[in-house]
């Protein structure tokens, strides 16, 4: 059966309404950054580039690197925008436009965010790099879908009863990386833990500016959260999104972090650019090894 159009609203050139891309406008290795000015930040590095756009906060450029077609996308802050972000790309590649069905054979991409974070632990210091193993999602976002068929319901037991959770805020849900990206992308550089997703930047994030908020002690529970040898390293607004969608719609996804902040020390990077650089330089390489 095909989708309705008000379920797949397409533009009027035939694009995916938000992103504005046709299929064959983004290729199968997709690098996710929320600001909109670092793509151009990692794509001036490319040996060419062969298409360009964006729409709101969706800016896309596609081309090569050391003989690697990749994409890079700039999704903006949150889960909301992931979710419009991961379901608009898999349209593209899982869906035939025309027909508007669903496509036989099914594509899997791959998908790695480069962010920055703030870490929750003393020995995770600015600077350094975070690779989620985990994510866990304090937004609600995915629980729209039937997301237990890939959430670890262990961890998120776990980490209910350790943090006295209120469930009125929803339950969180906990999804793991690809292991093959995971492998791909991996070094003696990442420090590697469970990623906390937030639906917001200050309260949900337990900063206090005028509003007193639900849990004042949350972040020290987080910090203290541990479960089989897994801990809460940083604290962020998109991976949880990013890990769950793309399990449940057959694509490998990974998040990476450069720690620009250290929550548990007070302290902030002197250099957050260069160590979000470094970060980038350190994935274009391993995405580029044969």
């Known amino acids: 059966m095909a989708i309705q159009q008000s379920e797949l609203i397409l ?26 000015d670092r793509v151009s930040k990692i794509t001036k590095q490319f040996d060419t580039i062969e298409f360009s756009t964006q729409k ?26 992931i979710d419009i972000v991961i379901n608009e790309l898999d349209a593209l590649v899982n869906i035939d ?15 790695i965010r480069i962010g920055t974070s703030g ?14 193993k985990f994510a866990i999602g304090l937004d609600n976002m995915l629980r729209s879908y039937l997301i237990d068929e890939v959430s670890n319901e262990k961890i998120e037991n776990a ?8 469930l009125r805020k929803g339950r969180p849900t906990v999804v793991s990386c690809s292991s093959e990206l995971a492998k791909r992308i991996d070094s003696d550089k990442m420090h590697k833990g469970i990623t906390a997703t937030a639906g917001g930047f200050y ?17 020290s529970k987080m910090d203290n959260f541990s479960f089989e040898g897994n801990r809460i390293t940083n604290l962020e607004m998109e991976t949880s999104a990013i890990y769950g969608l793309s399990a449940l719609l057959g694509h490998q996804a990974l998040s990476l972090n450069a720690i620009i902040a250290n929550r548990a020390r007070g302290t902030f990077s002197s250099d957050a650019y260069k160590a979000v650089d470094e970060l980038i330089e ?3 390489g391993k995405l580029a090894e044969k």
């Open 11 to 36: 533009n009027p050139d035939g694009s995916v309404y938000h992103l504005n891309l046709k299929p064959e406008n983004i290729a199968y290795d997709i690098i996710f950054v929320g600001d909109q």
């Open 203 to 219: 309260g949900p994030q337990g900063r206090v500016l005028r509003l007193n908020i639900q849990d004042a002690e949350l972040n």
């Open 56 to 81: 709101r906060e969706f800016k896309t450029e596609t081309g090569i690197y050391k003989g690697k077609r990749l994409t890079v996308m700039s999704t903006g802050i949150g889960p909301d925008n």
């Open 159 to 166: 980490f209910i009863e350790q943090t006295n959770w209120d």
């Open 97 to 111: 436009l025309e027909t508007r069905k669903p496509k036989e054979k099914l594509t899997s991409l791959n998908i």
């Open 282 to 284: 350190y994935t274009l």
């Open 119 to 132: 870490s929750l632990h003393a020995d995770i210091p600015v600077d350094s790099f975070v690779m989620s």
